[in-house]
């Protein structure tokens, strides 16, 4: 009979033997997982393999207090920049129509309008020169930047500047709002473009077409609204004699006197100034500007 026992033990040898090798294996296996072969480097995935230990919760959160920052690196400071000059207010004057001198007494304001002229300013100039007279230039905006050399020759010999318009629209008074202050702003621009910071201190109107509006608005630049109480009559062009007539039979002391330098031909108004000025300083007549 086969011997049992002998073929007993060598089942019992097998199956211990077998249990060494897969124990044996079991041990390589746990040793070995995880480690990458071939080039010594692990690929990259772009998120780690595994997540690792989660942070605990700021209890702060969703409490309104937020985390602390990183404290942020300091700017560099930012030079304080230099701003436009306040723009200088107009000062206050009336919008009354003057119609007088500055001063009292027997007094004369001579006023020229319409120029600068190159032809009859010069002349106008060199006859107030020679009796020592001054008068008041009111001046278009248009001859102005044309002829700035003239108004700086006017300021320079002691007469004063005004502003008679830009173009000189004898409708001025229907003119709607923005249209009026362009017609003053632009003489009063031109004259400061050639005078810079000189004094304009009246506004007279175009052929004195004066309303509430155009005296208020004139005001509000700072001008006075500059009338006359004598009309020369120049510009009819009736000849020296009745120019001349003109004024001596309508002065009285204080009056302002309107005459023209520009505005077409005004050899019959030299002429008669050439008369005129010898006569008020006959009578007594000092000569002024306007209130």
Not at 143 to 156: D, F, K
Request: glycine share 10%; with cysteine; proline share 11%.
């Amino acid at each position: 009979m086969p011997d049992v026992r002998g073929s007993r033990a060598n089942r019992v040898r097998n199956a211990v033997a077998l249990i060494a090798v897969l124990a044996l294996t079991a041990i390589g296996c746990a040793s070995g997982g995880g480690r990458h072969t071939g080039t010594g480097s692990p690929a990259p995935t772009g998120r780690p393999s595994s997540p690792g230990p989660q942070a605990a919760p700021d209890p702060h959160l969703g409490r309104g207090v937020p985390p602390a920052a990183a404290p942020a690196a300091p700017e560099a400071p930012v030079p304080p920049q230099a701003g436009p000059p306040p723009a200088a207010a107009p000062p206050a004057v009336s919008d009354a129509l003057v119609r007088s001198t500055a001063g009292s007494g027997k007094k004369v304001a001579l006023t020229f309008d319409d120029g600068p002229d190159p032809l009859w300013t010069p002349q106008v100039l060199a006859l107030l020169d020679e009796y020592g007279a001054k008068a008041t230039f009111c001046v278009v905006g248009e001859q102005a930047r044309a002829h700035p050399g003239l108004l700086r020759r006017i300021v320079a010999k002691g007469h004063r500047l005004c502003d008679h318009s830009e173009s000189h629209d004898q409708a001025i008074s229907k003119l709607p709002e923005d249209r009026l202050r362009n017609q003053i702003t632009g003489a009063r621009d031109a004259i400061l473009a050639a005078l810079p910071g000189v004094e304009i201190a009246w506004f007279r109107a175009p052929g004195g077409d004066w309303s509430s509006k155009v005296r208020a608005t004139a005001a509000g630049y700072g001008m006075k609204p500059l009338d006359w109480t004598v009309d020369s009559r120049d510009w009819e062009r009736q000849g020296p004699d009745k120019i001349l007539a003109n004024v001596k039979r309508g002065l009285r002391p204080g009056g302002v006197v309107l005459m023209h330098d520009s505005g077409g031909e005004r050899a019959q108004t030299v002429a008669a100034l050439r008369r005129l000025l010898p006569w008020l300083v006959a009578q007594g007549y000092s000569f002024d500007f306007p209130a």
